[in-house]
Nanobody, 118 residues
Framework: QVHFVESGGGLVQAGGSLRLSCAASGFTFSINSMGWFRQAPGKQRELVARIRASGSTNYADSVQGRFTISRDNAKNTVYLQMDSLKPEDTAVYYC????????????WGQGTQVTVSS
C-alpha cells in the first residue's frame, strides 16, 4: 500500500525558510519521479516541484529560484527546501509520485501546513 508522510511545515515570516520532508513507502521509490504539491484554501492542488529518477528537476514559475527539491533514495525520502518565502506560498504541502506534471497515486498523506506571515 502506497503511503506518504510529510513533515517540516510551520509558521514563518515572509523572507524566511523551511525544509519539508516526505517519507514514501509501498512502491519502488528510486525509479519514480517525485513531486511536491500544494493546496491553498479555495484553490486546486498544484505541482510546484518535480525530481526525476535521474535527479533532474523542474519547478513551477511561481517558485523557480526560491525552492529546491532533492531526494535520498536510500531513505525513500524527498525534500523541499523553501527559501525567500512569500505569503502566497501559504498552503498545505503534499508529496506524491509524479507522472508528467500531475500526481501518480490516488493515495495522499496528511500533508504539512506552511503558513507565511507578512
Amino acid at each position: 500500500q502506497v503511503h506518504f508522510v510529510e513533515s517540516g511545515g510551520g509558521l514563518v515570516q515572509a523572507g524566511g525558510s523551511l525544509r519539508l520532508s516526505c517519507a514514501a513507502s509501498g512502491f519502488t521509490f528510486s525509479i519514480n519521479s517525485m513531486g511536491w504539491f500544494r493546496q491553498a484554501p479555495g484553490k486546486q492542488r498544484e505541482l510546484v516541484a518535480r525530481i526525476r529518477a535521474s535527479g533532474s528537476t523542474n519547478y513551477a514559475d511561481s517558485v523557480q529560484g526560491r525552492f529546491t527539491i532533492s531526494r535520498d533514495n536510500a531513505k525513500n525520502t524527498v525534500y523541499l527546501q523553501m527559501d525567500s518565502l512569500k505569503p502566497e506560498d501559504t498552503a498545505v504541502y503534499y508529496c506524491n509520485a509524479a507522472t508528467g506534471w500531475t500526481y501518480h497515486y490516488d493515495s495522499w498523506g496528511q500533508g504539512t501546513q506552511v503558513t507565511v506571515s507578512s
